[in-house]
C-alpha cells in the first residue's frame, strides 16, 4: 500500500474501521459504534476533534438539535483549564433554559404565563455580581432574605442602595405629553413614608415624613429650614384646605389673606375676612 494514499483498514486493538491517508487516521468507527473525526479512539457516540462546523438549511432554523431520554440534556464547555468534566454547561430541564457553572446550578430562564422567570438556585449563600472590565462590582445582588441591590456598593443596607465615587444621583423621566415623572412613597396606613437625608456624621439629620393616620406631612431639620425662590418673579405660597393663606412674594412683599399684597411701604398686608379677629 502507498502510504499517501487513503486507505481503508482494520484494527483488532482495539476493534476498529479505520479511514487513514498518510498514515494518520482521520476517521474512526469503533466496535461500540463510537465515531471518531480526527482521532482514532473515539470517546463518545460522535467524538470531533477540531472545529465543527454545521450547516443547515432547514425551515425552522434548527442548526442543530440535541436530545435526551431523560428529563435532562446539556451541551458541556471545557477548556485546558476547565477542571472536572461537565463543570460548565447549558441545557434543558423540562422548558426551562438552565446555565451550569463550577459543577452547580447557577441559574435557569422558564416561561411563565406572560413572562418569564429567572430562577437563582445556585450556591446556598452565594450572591450575584455583575462586574465590569478591570473587576469592579457595578451591580450586586443579596441571594438573602434580605432582598437588597446595590449598584457600586456590595454591601447594600437597605433594599437598594446606590453609591458613587463622584455626584450619584437617579433621574426619572416621562417622555410621553399626556404623562408624567413620579417618584412615590406607600406605607400602610398605620404606619408613615419618609425620605431622609444624611451625610458622613448623621445618617438622617433631616427629613420629610408623612404620616397616615394623622394627614401630617413634617419637614423635619436638626438645625434651620431654608424655603429660597430664586426668580423675583416668583413667590412661596402656604395653604390649608386646597386654599392660599399667606404668600411671599418674589420682591419680598407678604400676603396673609391675600395673593396681592400691597405696595413695597407697605411690605406686609394682611386682608381680614369676616369673622376673623
Not at 1 to 20: H, I, K, T, V
Not at 53 to 73: K, P, R
Not at 127 to 139: I, L, N, R, S, Y
Amino acid at each position: 500500500r502507498d502510504s499517501s494514499e487513503w486507505q481503508l483498514m482494520y484494527d483488532g486493538n482495539p476493534a476498529s474501521l479505520l479511514f487513514r491517508r498518510n498514515s494518520s487516521t482521520l476517521m474512526a468507527l469503533d466496535y461500540a459504534g463510537n465515531l471518531g473525526i480526527g482521532t482514532g479512539t473515539p470517546d463518545t457516540k460522535l467524538d470531533v476533534r477540531g472545529t465543527l462546523t454545521v450547516n443547515s438549511s432547514d425551515s425552522g432554523n434548527n442548526v442543530a438539535h440535541f436530545e435526551s431520554n431523560d428529563g435532562l440534556c446539556w451541551a458541556s464547555f471545557n477548556d485546558s483549564s476547565t477542571t472536572g468534566g461537565g463543570n460548565v454547561r447549558v441545557g434543558a430541564n423540562a422548558n426551562k433554559l438552565v446555565l451550569i457553572g463550577g459543577g452547580y446550578e447557577i441559574a435557569r430562564m422558564e416561561p411563565g404565563a406572560s413572562d418569564i422567570i429567572w430562577n437563582y438556585d445556585g450556591y446556598a449563600n452565594a450572591d450575584q455580581k455583575f462586574v465590569a472590565e478591570g473587576g469592579a462590582t457595578t451591580m450586586y445582588i443579596d441571594n438573602s432574605t434580605n432582598a437588597r441591590v446595590g449598584i457600586g456598593e456590595t454591601s447594600p443596607d437597605n433594599t437598594l442602595h446606590i453609591k458613587s465615587a463622584g455626584t450619584s444621583g437617579v433621574k426619572i423621566e416621562s417622555t410621553d405629553a399626556s404623562s408624567y415623572a413620579q417618584l412615590q412613597f406607600t406605607s400602610p396606613n398605620t404606619g408613615y413614608s419618609l425620605m431622609s437625608f444624611g451625610d458622613g456624621e448623621a445618617s438622617s439629620p433631616g427629613y420629610i415624613q408623612y404620616t397616615h393616620s394623622s394627614d401630617l406631612m413634617l419637614l423635619n431639620a436638626t438645625k434651620s429650614i431654608e424655603l429660597k425662590g430664586a426668580s423675583a418673579a416668583g413667590y412661596i405660597n402656604f395653604s390649608t384646605d386646597n386654599t392660599e393663606r399667606m404668600i411671599i412674594k418674589g420682591d419680598g412683599l407678604v400676603g396673609i389673606g391675600t395673593t396681592a399684597p400691597g405696595s413695597y411701604s407697605d411690605k406686609f398686608t394682611v386682608k381680614m375676612g369676616s369673622g376673623v379677629n
